[in-house]
């Protein structure tokens, strides 16, 4: 429930995350990200702010190298640079 002004408010995006290592019990897991489903996500956060204010078009993504939670953009064996293809053609239209 909101309890403010939208633009109070930043939308975030994130590839896998895992944070068992660290939590053990009581983890949070989130997975089945691919470079598609990631783009699509990060188009509509972008979409979400683009009539707000300039300083107010803020859109998060966690984490840039996040290994040992699987929160990564850089590339990798398994999707080589396509999320980071990803980001870019956000980024730019």
């Known amino acids: 429930l909101q309890s403010g002004p939208l633009e109070n408010y930043f939308p975030g995006v994130m590839v896998n995350f895992d944070n068992t290592a660290r939590r053990q019990l009581t983890p ?3 997975f089945g990200s ?3 489903t990631f783009r ?3 188009a509509a956060a972008v979409a979400s702010v683009a009539d707000r204010e300039f300083e107010h078009r803020i859109v998060f993504i966690n984490a840039w190298n996040e290994w040992a939670e699987g929160a990564i953009l850089e590339p990798s064996d398994r999707f080589g640079s396509t999320f980071l293809m990803a980001v870019r053609d956000v980024a730019h239209g």
Do not use: A, E
């Open 28 to 30: 949070d897991i989130w």
């Open 34 to 36: 691919n470079p598609f």
């Open 40 to 42: 699509r996500w990060l």
